[in-house]
């Protein structure tokens, strides 16, 4: 009788519609984080912390100088990668490794849901609730920290990136702590190759370019000492390894994206260019657009670098971006016509696509099939919109750019 009361009074209230929105979202996150969570941690099947687990022997055998291209049929990452997870797993047990991972993970999806709340402008307590909630309820956010995945690490350290770069105090120690993030993001180069666009076009300075590019190239360079082969060599085996990686599970396994929709019609021998020209005309949009909304071209650049190329369900958590952008438009600017309308019902369906555990989990052939259909056609429609709103210069009052809770951290 207490719930039904509750839930009766809280949907007569003015914010019913968010009310309905928030429990679905904190249930959701709950019971998903709750399991994943377990399965990083507790599950002892071979689906417990499974990317963990790779990324575990293969740091193991990368530092004690044992060849791992093409002899580990699951190292896909460049030398540079593997030093970046030894901190979090080259010096420890697998089971230390994992709780290290979960209470690393926490701190990241904290951050990033503060990242996205302040960006949001959302004003009233509910609002504030239900932007919280989106990253948390999000199923790529829980299959991230069941597998020991990464992106949830990568997503707010690459943000920060960005968003320390577009500040208005670039000053030099600004510039190094925003350099330093975006390699650390480039332990996952599919995921932040896209937003290297972003630091050589927006801020107009080559100095940034200049010391990830260094920097990077120093990680790579160390991180081969602990092996037999040249750097030349090992880059050369990784990305033969990253290709066979690619011809045994991406082609057959990812979905929405580039590599899956040339395999459907049978031309993934197109993959790697469709690929590189992709990158190419996100770096001539983003150039052209360079003084757009900074979450506008954030979102666009986080889709393209969904869709770019192969990426499992736990990297979806790269359209997090788009969603928090199209509701910071609904707050900060008038709409006209049919847009407002259009950009809410794009915005809910992105969520409700994007709820835990999504289909992917529970939809059987052939419902997941137009699950996954429906997804990817929200998605291209929100890259349509942003991009359309970019060109059009929608941003919210004053463009503000890094009101970001840990700027301060790095402006002088």
Known sequence: MLVQSFIKKRLAEKNSFLTIWICLMAVSASVWLGYEFWRLLLDSSPLGAIDLKQRYEEVFFWFRGFPIYGVIRTASYPPASYLMLWPFMGWMKTTAACWIWAITSAICLFWLSTIF???????????????????????????????????????????????????????????????????????????????????????GKLRIPLFIIVGYAGLTMLSGTFQDQSVLALMSGWMESSREVLARIAFRYSYSNLNSWLYSLGLESLASYASILSLLLLGAWIRLNRKADIWLIISVTAIIARLWTYHAWYDDLLIAPAIITLFRITKTTSLTGYLPGLVKVITYAAILLMLAPGGHYLLPTPFKDLYIAAQALIWLLMLLLLAWFAHKRIAPAGNEAVGFPYSRLFLS
């Open 117 to 203: 709340l302040k960006a949001s402008h959302a004003s009233t307590r509910h609002e504030k609730i239900f932007i919280l909630l989106i990253p948390l309820s999000m199923y790529a956010s829980g299959a991230t920290i069941g597998n020991g995945q990464l992106i949830v690490h990568i997503l707010p350290v690459l943000l920060t990136s960005v968003l320390l770069i577009h500040g208005k105090k670039l000053t030099l120690r600004t510039e190094l702590a925003a350099s330093c993030l975006f390699i650390l993001a480039l332990i996952k180069p599919s995921i932040a190759a896209p937003f290297f666009w972003i630091v050589l076009f927006v801020p």
